[in-house]
């Protein structure tokens, strides 16, 4: 049995580094263990503009001082947004791709799109100049119960808008069903999906077991175990469409653990510990570098990673909480333990 695994350096084609104190507090953990990193656009006002999205770049490159990380950045799509502004973004370097939050889906999604064909002229836009589209896969029909709200997405904008655009490139992001992985798994080779570390150990009993457990909200919610075993087959199967995105989503204790608490599961700081002890549960570690390190550069007509990571097989416990300024966090993980270790 192999006692350590190194790897390329890996990507997280999805995560949420914030801004101020707690993306202060949260980048370096993604860029201890990635190259580069999707961030998501949606801050408090959101990233919508070529200029936000470069000065946010550079408060992320303060914030990883001496770190060898890349930030890689997306605009957040609104019923107003401008084609000409996305696609200057997209040819300047500074938009890697656009992400599509329908409205009232998710955290900071209420600037989002309120009917996916109002912004069909951005997306021709997109799929001219190969620029991909980033999804949130469910619908915000509120007579739409919350476990079928991926699965519904995928029959009434999904499907009708790869029928209409048929060449644009599209993240399923954080896929968390069987049929979603079914759906990427039949579409043309410019459909992709990122699958979470929590998404692969968690199912919706998680969330309820013993009382109310806020740490493992996030959304899209933890399905039945039923669909988390077809996320793991998926994952761990070698399939190029499915690649690494952690969606490590931090918010401060406080607000987590409220009457309304935030959805979001902050999974940075042991990702690809996670990520390694699911892969070796699967008996499929020799899989894990191409989905952590390989195909998502691919999709995204990105050049691999030069540097390396190791892991090694050694349990230890992951920590209870971080600080983040005057919050804390509570790691995804918090106080278990985990079969691997991240040396370097
Ligand atoms: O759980 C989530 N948290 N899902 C999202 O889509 C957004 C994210 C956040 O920004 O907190
Ligand atoms: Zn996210």
Request: aromatic share 8%; proline share 6%.
């Amino acid at each position: 049995m192999a006692e350590t695994i190194t790897l390329r350096r890996p990507d997280d084609w999805h995560v949420h580094l914030r801004d101020g104190d707690m993306l202060k507090a949260v980048a370096g953990h993604t860029a201890r263990q990635f190259g580069r990193a999707i961030v998501m656009p949606n801050l408090v006002p959101p990233v919508t503009t070529v200029k936000a999205a470069s000065d946010y770049r550079l408060r992320i490159v303060s914030a990883t001082p001496g770190a060898d990380f890349t930030p890689l950045m997306t605009a957040y799509l609104t019923d107003q947004i401008d084609a000409d502004e996305i696609a200057r973004g997209h040819a300047e370097g500074v938009f890697t791709a656009a992400k599509l939050y329908p409205a009232g889906a998710t955290t900071n999604s209420e600037h989002g799109v309120t009917d996916i064909r109002k912004i069909y002229p951005v997306l021709e836009r997109m799929q001219a100049i190969g620029m991909p589209l980033l999804v949130h896969g469910e619908v915000t029909d509120p007579a739409v119960d919350i476990f079928d709200r991926e699965a519904v997405f995928l029959d009434r904008v999904f499907a009708p808008l790869l029928a209409d655009l048929p060449g644009l490139k599209v993240v399923m992001e954080h896929v968390t069903t069987r049929e979603g992985v079914e759906f990427v798994k039949a579409a043309g080779p410019n459909v992709a999906a990122t699958i979470t570390p929590h998404h692969l150990r968690i199912n919706r009993n998680a969330i309820f077991e013993g009382g109310i457990r806020p740490h493992f909200y996030c959304l899209p919610i933890a399905k039945r175990e039923d669909h988390r075993l077809a996320l793991r087959r998926v994952a761990t199967s070698g399939n190029p469409k499915f690649f690494l995105g952690t969606d490590s989503a931090p918010h401060s204790v406080a607000r987590k653990e409220m009457a309304c608490g935030c959805a979001g599961i902050f999974n940075a700081p042991y990702a690809m510990e996670s990520y390694a002890t699911t892969f070796d549960e699967e008996g499929a570690l020799e899989k894990l570098e191409g989905f952590a390190s390989e195909f998502g550069a691919r999709f995204y007509g990105l050049p691999l990673n030069a540097g390396t990571i190791t892991l090694q097989r050694k349990a230890f416990a992951a920590r209870e909480r971080f600080s983040a300024g005057a919050d804390e966090l509570v790691p995804f993980h918090a106080g278990q333990a985990l079969a691997w270790t991240f040396v370097d």
